[in-house]
């Protein structure tokens, strides 16, 4: 099967490696790739065609063209002319039904032309709608590349991985190297990516196979290397792409037995593999006809050849049975043969460099597209600048001959001449649209086969030339990548309280706030809420945003930012805020408690945290005001202990006087608690007596611990979100994002004595005096549900047959045994005991408006 | 003016019944791991202010020229403490801190200069303190991704075996 | 998005590290008309073209700063820290 030992074969003979394709056993060399092993074993057809499941063969068997592509150990997709063979792989054909040779999908290449044309499934398919599923799975089953192994799990691990370099040189060929030299000389650190597998260099660092899938700003080159995506930062850019082998159009031209030059000097330099028995060759360049000697050298006979410099003919046709190459008729001759080689030149591999910013603009005399005007980051060196021997511009496409197929302009998506005459009748006659319409340039080759081709076929039908037509945009990724690649790891940022593996330990259902992982209930929401009524309960507010305010500004910069006032506070003191935007938005809510004469802990919603810190931060570089702001949020563990019988328990571990004198509602008390120095606020959110317990990090499984311990004959359990949720409900506290959107301000959401509107300035001020001016458009409210139901947040509120509210929350009180909730109304329903209509389940359900605390609304419990 | 003790876990004290227990928020995630350090108790405390003004025996990282942190034994937090400029912060207990070994592990976390640190910047996608002494690195970050970011540590460090 | 931005603090660094906080606005100084108060609060100039912006460094040294940058082209032609009471703003 193989040639005797050639001066520059790449095979060692005398190391066999044998992998699986088809049910039988095929035996290569180290060396090979699956596909030349393949080859070498007399296998001729490696595909079936995307859409009329046509015979493919290797056409340019350098990883360029989507004809070998094969499933390789559950891999889809692979380039098996490319991919090197090892011991014991498992090779499939893909997109067949049967085998390769007897594939029953085939069919629709012989229904032929009216039933796959392109746009056909847009035009045809879409009535009735009904049956658009049955017709999808249709298409779905012929039309394709590989299929995945859903079942495959994740058998490859991908990493990526940061890389600098002063110089990154894409591509190994002679321009390449010899630009990494000249560099290394300079005493420049320079890496080269190679996607064949160029040897290492003493001079510089060789990263092969690798392959470079896109040029980014800022000198940002993704390097897929199997395994790795290196995300490479280089100073300087040196493309050396080289060009690609041109395909020619003709009828017949996906025939197997239709190759590129370089497929058959690689078949016959590297792997000592006779091509075929006849050979013709047709060729715009001298590159493609001197591939004659080497198929002398291998013992193919040259029967002719074909110079478009010189004598280009006008008919140009191949001939075929069973998808093989028989015969090609040129200007009325036939002759015989079973390898065509064509060669229409070669264009420029410019693609990085035009995502680089480059201008891509067409060379007439030369035939090609040239790419000029490189950002200064970027140099193009070798063919992919442009540099080549002369070589004829060949004809658009071919004339035909009977019996000759269909002449295709794109291998990937099977789309013909055709298809293109078609889709430009049509009126897609911009090439940016025809590519769209007809996907030619879409397919894996990503238009190195297709690209150039199609705009001298555009520029034919369209009687002008290819400058005129231009280029579509070049896009990463150059080549394909695995998707695996892309996602890397997968790892998601992820934040944890320090009392977080406490909640796992006792069995809570773990729920996502923005990054934080939360507890949302232990057993039973109903019963933690109940228990906080009854006895005590305590739950995990790590999560709070938690800032330090401090400097002799400290009063001024707080009362520019929040509606309220803070200056008047005494030293120890607690106050509600509500943060508000210039547009009078409310922004989040917290408590700001005094420390110090210009010292404040302010506190955020624990989603809002980050946002108001930046917010801060950003207000304090426009005011310069002398004030410093620190994010303690995460420096700070914190926990709400709340419940008629959480003073008792906070007296038995709190080193100060827990009675209502010694700390009352809405004071602020250093103290140490079970030995851990803490900052007791004495808030309420969810409506008993509490006590907030702010204190450092890495105490808090210890200071959780000591409170169950210490409150168990009191009772005391922990709570969740969804009971806290149910608590604060019942006290018709609001939940910044919940019961407020970006319309929502603190006049109209009921809080006006937030809203300090004699100081001279703060954020929103002008917008809350203009709100003032208007009038209320709606008004935040609480209702009842006169009956049980509970309506769905979001619900309609309905007055009259129109839309007059929506429920922004609502929840079943265990405590109260009624459905309560709140909701957005206009301004005539916000009174007490107004009745509303809300939408729940396709009718009505009765609701009364309530504008006081559903529980304990004059706040005794709390103060108590 | 408060003295912020709530911020300073070295403060906590044993008395009668309690014995309050550091807990480094690394703990789990690096139990029965050798290849990386916790650094979690070390003291690091943050200044705000002149940071040329700072004249101590410790370690000091400037972040800008008005921030440094500086990092100390756990014991000598409270000497530091009393002794540094400016307005002085605990961050012991804010920040995690991991050591490990490898110049190929950290380009698999960060698309950080490795030769320009100490750096402020993005490790595993959470801000971060970066610092070197030739292979070995250092890194602190916020302690609520501590778990996390151990997990993508030796997720990495398991990629490169 | 993947150009460099040179932070006044730590020098270039990938645009992932930091947010943006749209163009640099200015504030009224005193209580403006509805008009006054809806173009400072809602509208933008937008330009393609060279416009000063508000960037955070988010994952560093967390300070916030201006820049200069083409939004054709993402070029970053100048950054520096503000100028304290500047009076420059851009409400969220």
Request: charged share 25%; glycine share 10%.
């Amino acid at each position: 099967m193989r040639l005797p030992e050639q001066l520059n074969e790449r095979i060692d003979r005398s190391r066999p490696v044998r992998f699986f394709f088809a049910g039988r056993v095929v035996e290569g060399f180290e060396g090979d790739t699956i596909g030349s092993a393949l080859f070498a074993s007399g296998q001729r057809v490696f595909s079936r065609s995307f859409k009329y499941h046509r015979r493919r063969g290797l056409l340019c068997c350098s990883g360029g063209c989507p004809n070998c592509m094969m499933r390789v150990d559950g891999v889809p997709n692979v380039r098996v002319c490319t991919e090197p063979v090892r011991e014991g792989a498992h090779v499939h054909a893909q997109n067949v039904l049967g085998s390769l040779e007897h594939d029953l999908l085939a069919a629709v290449d012989h229904f032929g032309g009216p039933f796959t044309p392109v746009g056909f499934y847009y035009r045809t398919m879409i009535r009735p709608r009904s049956l658009w599923p049955l017709y999808e799975r249709f298409l779905r089953n012929v039309a394709g590349l590989g299929r995945l192994d859903k079942h495959a799990g994740r058998t490859r691990r991908f990493d990526t991985e940061h890389r600098r370099t002063e110089v990154l040189v894409i591509g190994g060929g002679r321009s390449g190297r010899e630009a990494a030299r000249s560099a290394a000389a300079a005493g420049r650190q320079v890496v080269l990516v190679d996607e064949r597998g160029a040897p290492a260099d003493g001079a510089f660092e060789v990263l092969a196979p690798a392959r470079a899938i896109g040029i980014y700003e800022g000198g940002l080159v993704p390097v897929d290397a199997g395994n790795v995506l290196y995300r490479f930062r280089a100073e300087r850019i040196v493309v050396a792409t080289g060009a690609l082998e041109q395909p020619l159009l003709f009828p017949g031209n996906d025939l197997v037995g239709v190759h590129l030059p370089g497929a058959v000097r690689r078949l016959v330099d590297e792997w000592s593999i006779k091509p075929g028995e006849r050979a013709v060759i047709v060729s715009a360049d001298e590159r493609g006809l001197a591939v004659a000697d080497k198929l002398e050298r291998a013992g193919t006979s040259v029967v002719e050849r074909i110079d478009l410099r010189s004598a280009p003919p006008r008919q140009l046709a191949a001939r075929g049975s069973r998808g093989r190459l028989r015969s090609v008729v040129v200007d009325g001759r036939e002759i015989e043969c079973d390898l065509l080689v064509m060669s229409g030149g070669r264009q420029p591999a410019y693609s990085l460099l035009a995502q680089a910013g480059a201008r891509v603009e067409y060379d007439a005399e030369r035939g090609i597209f040239v790419p000029s005007d490189l950002p200064s980051n970027v140099e193009a060196v070798g063919s992919a600048a442009g540099e080549q021997e002369p070589a004829a511009v060949p004809a658009a496409t071919f004339e035909g001959a009977e019996g000759a197929g269909r002449c295709f302009v794109c291998v990937c998506e099977d789309v013909t001449e055709k298809d293109v005459k078609r889709a430009i009748a049509e009126g897609f006659d911009s090439i940016e649209l025809g590519k769209r319409y007809t996907t030619v340039t879409m397919g894996p080759c990503q238009g190195r086969l297709c690209h150039v081709p199609s705009i001298r076929l555009f520029a034919r039908e369209n009687e002008t030339d290819e400058k005129a037509i231009g280029t579509t945009t070049a896009r990463p990724p150059w080549a394909p990548v695995s998707l695996g690649l892309l996602a890397g790891r997968g790892h998601e940022p992820t934040k944890r309280t320090s009392i977080h593996h406490r909640h796992e330990e006792a069995g809570a259902t773990m729920m996502w706030t923005g990054f934080w992982r939360r507890a949302h209930s232990y057993e039973h929401a109903a019963n933690e809420a109940l228990n906080v009524h009854r006895g005590v309960g305590v739950i995990d507010v790590s999560t709070l945003g938690k800032l330090l305010v401090q400097g002799p500004d400290a009063a001024r910069f707080l009362e520019l930012l929040y509606p309220n006032r803070f200056g008047d506070m005494k030293v120890g003191r607690i106050r509600y805020g509500v943060l508000g935007t210039d547009a009078g938005r409310i922004m989040d809510d917290g408590t700001i408690a005094r420390l110090g004469e210009d010292q404040y802990y302010v506190t955020t919603t624990s989603t809002g945290a980050d946002t108001v810190i930046e917010w801060f931060e950003w207000w304090n570089a426009v005011w310069g005001l002398d004030v410093e702001t620190v994010n303690l949020t995460g420096a700070l563990a914190a926990v709400n202990v709340a419940g008629p019988r959480s003073r008792e328990l906070l007296g038995r571990l709190a080193q100060i006087d827990t009675s209502n004198e010694g700390i009352s509602y809405l004071d602020a008390k250093e103290t140490y608690v079970a030995g851990v120095p803490c900052l007791i606020l004495r808030i309420g959110f969810v409506g008993e007596l509490g006590y907030e317990l702010h204190f450092a990090s890495p105490y808090g499984e210890y200071l959780w611990d000591a409170l169950l311990e210490y409150g168990a004959d009191l009772g005391i359990r922990p709570f969740g979100l969804e009971p806290q949720r149910i608590l604060r409900l019942e006290k018709m506290h609001i939940l910044v994002g919940q019961d407020t959107d970006s319309e929502s301000n603190v006049l109209e959401a009921g809080m006006p004595w937030i809203a300090k509107l004699d100081k001279e300035d703060f954020v929103g001020k002008w917008a809350l005096e203009h709100v003032q001016e208007r009038g209320f458009r709606e008004q935040l409210v609480g209702f009842e549900m006169t009956d049980g139901v509970v309506p769905a947040e979001g619900g309609q509120i309905v007055l009259g047959g129109r839309p007059a509210g929506r429920v922004t929350s609502s929840r079943l009180s265990p405590q109260l045994g009624r459905a309560i909730g709140m909701a957005w109304v206009r301004p005539e329903l916000a009174h007490e005991g107004a009745e509303i209509d809300i939408k729940v389940n396709g009718g009505f359900a009765r609701a009364c408006v309530r504008l006081k605390p559903f529980f304990d609304p004059e706040g005794e419990r709390l103060r108590s | 003016m408060s003295e912020l003790h709530f911020l300073s876990p070295d403060r906590a004290r044993s008395e009668d019944l309690f014995a309050p227990r550091f807990a480094s928020p690394l703990a789990r995630v690096l139990a029965g791991t050798t290849s990386v350090l916790d650094l979690s108790q070390l003291g690091k405390i943050e200044v705000r202010g002149d940071v040329d003004a700072i004249d101590v025996e410790a370690e000091v990282v400037r972040i800008t020229p008005r921030r440094a942190l500086v990092l100390c034994p756990y014991e000598q937090c409270a000497e530091l403490r009393a002794r540094l400029p400016g307005l002085v912060i605990d961050m012991t207990g804010a920040l995690a801190g991991l050591e490990l070994e490898g110049e190929q592990a950290m380009r698999r976390l960060t698309d950080l200069d490795l030769e320009g640190l100490p750096a402020a910047g993005k490790v595993a996608e959470v801000p971060a303190l970066v610092l070197r002494d030739g292979s070995r690195f250092r890194i602190f970050f916020p302690q609520e991704f501590a778990h996390y970011v151990g997990e993508v540590v030796l997720d990495v460090l398991e990629g490169i075996e | 998005m993947s150009f460099l931005l040179n932070c006044p603090n730590c020098g270039p660094r990938d645009v992932n590290e930091f947010a943006c906080a749209g163009e640099v606005t200015s504030r009224p100084k005193a209580l403006p008309d509805l008009r006054g108060l809806t173009d400072y609060v809602y509208f933008r100039r937008n330009v393609a073209g060279v416009q000063r912006e508000w960037w955070y460094h988010r994952f560093g040294c967390e300070i916030w700063f201006l820049a200069e940058r083409d939004t054709r082209t993402n070029e970053v032609l100048k950054t520096e820290l503000p100028q304290a009471s500047a009076g420059t703003s851009s409400a969220g």
